[in-house]
């Protein structure tokens, strides 16, 4: 069953990718994946996903950086965002905030409290939450 929402991961382990594709497939999200923030940009201009899941520890660009460039674009601004990293610190939450971030999510994560999050986020009523 497709809920029709596009979901793109980026997340460079590969294992972590894989585990988080398959939870989110067996909930009715197209999943589209990219190891690095280069290759996540690109993946946002070719596939237009409805929601875009970032870690921030990315190869070539990390994922604040990714998100920054996203939230100040004027075509992708309102694609909703979630940070999905082990960066936990309030430090980071805060740099969430301040790159554009809708959801910050630590890993490891509660499993349905990220689909709690995703559904919401889809559903555009984007609110910056952190766990």
């Keep these: 069953m497709s809920l029709g929402k596009k979901i793109l991961i980026v997340e460079d382990e590969p294992d972590f990718r894989v585990a988080l594709r398959m939870r989110l497939e067996a909930n009715g999200y197209d999943i ?3 190891d690095d923030g280069v290759r996540g940009l690109d993946a946002v201009r070719q596939q237009n996903p409805d929601l875009i899941i970032l870690d921030v520890m990315l190869p070539r660009m990390n994922g604040f950086k990714v998100a920054r ?18 960066m936990s610190q309030e430090s980071d939450r805060k740099m969430g905030r301040e790159v554009g971030a809708d959801a910050y999510l630590t890993k ?8 709690d999050t995703i559904s919401t986020l889809v559903s555009r009523q984007p609110a910056f939450t952190s766990s």
């Design 108 to 115: 490891p994560y509660q499993p349905q409290e990220l689909l």
């Design 69 to 86: 460039l996203l939230k100040y674009s004027a075509k992708y601004k309102n694609v909703p965002l979630m940070m999905l990293t082990v």
């Design 32 to 34: 589209i994946e990219a």
